[in-house]
């Protein structure tokens, strides 16, 4: 079964950007139609595709009328509806016309029309002068509440009970946790170390025997030479680790209890005496 959502714009930017939205949505242009009173350009996006769009070669005259037409078609006994919507449509800048394939698909289209600033039918008629049959502009809302009371063709009444449920579900989100972050510093340190050196010493001592034969041996030019040593201190290093610092994670599980409230939707049936029904009802 085809549904057929209308969504009214102050401003043509307003019904092209729904457009796209519906588009973005899934909902073939096709089955959207884009309607400006004001339209005075030949636009080929394909956003501005709408059947019922009127430009500057119509006159105020014709537009009036394809949108009394219009409606009437689309409320075709529902003259009070028809003629609501095309008076709304008549102070409105824009029109947007879905065709949608099924309820779910029409409810979707209604919430991105409504996103994208949809006026309110009654409110726009009611604030542009138009008086109507109805009395309750809210009894002709195409999201009635779903506890309304319905009655069908077999005078059969009907209430909808409606219950909610607790859903709980787990999402992750940060709660902290820990860097490592490195450093190089430095400190001064100190050591002793015991150092040797040596030192030549000359010493003269006068001496009176006679030469002997290793005396004479030894009487001839030459150098005798001792040397002088001492030690210096040797410095180095040598990188040791002594120490390791580790990052790691420790699962741990709780149980925590949701705690809210949830609706459900209660009938209570009374009995009506005969004196309790209306005047002009014929079961009294």
Excluded: W
Aim: net charge negative; charged share 30%.
């Amino acid at each position: 079964m085809t549904h057929t959502v209308i969504g009214m714009f102050d401003t043509a930017d307003q019904a092209k950007s729904a457009a796209q939205q519906l588009a973005s949505a899934g909902f073939s242009l096709d089955h959207v139609d884009v309607a400006s009173r004001n339209d005075d350009t030949t636009d080929t996006n394909d956003v501005n595709r709408g059947r019922y769009r009127s430009n500057t070669n119509r006159t105020e005259e014709s537009s009036t009328d394809s949108i009394g037409d219009f409606f009437s078609n689309l409320f075709s006994d529902d003259d009070d509806n028809a003629n609501r919507y095309a008076h709304a449509a008549r102070e409105s800048g824009s029109l947007v016309t879905v065709h949608a394939h099924s309820d779910e698909n029409a409810r979707q289209a209604a919430e991105i029309l409504d996103r994208c600033g949809a006026v309110d039918v009654n409110e726009r008629a009611e604030q542009s002068g138009y008086k109507g049959k109805a009395t309750n502009a809210n009894a002709n809302n195409a999201n009635a509440n779903a506890n309304a009371t319905n009655q069908n063709t077999n005078d059969q009444v009907s209430a909808k009970v409606i219950e909610e449920n607790l859903q709980v579900g787990k999402r992750v989100e940060q709660t902290g946790g820990a860097r490592l972050r490195s450093r190089i510093i430095e400190r001064p340190v100190e050591a002793s170390v015991r150092l040797r050196e040596e030192h030549v010493n000359v010493n003269r001592k006068p001496v009176d025997r006679p030469a002997s034969e290793a005396d004479f041996e030894a009487f001839k030019e030459g150098n005798i030479e001792v040397t002088e040593s001492a030690e210096r201190a040797v410095v180095g290093k040598e990188a040791r680790v002594v120490e390791e610092v580790t990052l790691g994670k420790e699962v741990t599980e709780r149980e925590e209890t949701i705690h809210d409230t949830v609706r459900k939707t209660e009938v209570d049936v009374e009995k009506l005496n005969n004196n309790d029904r209306p005047a002009g009802d014929p079961r009294r």
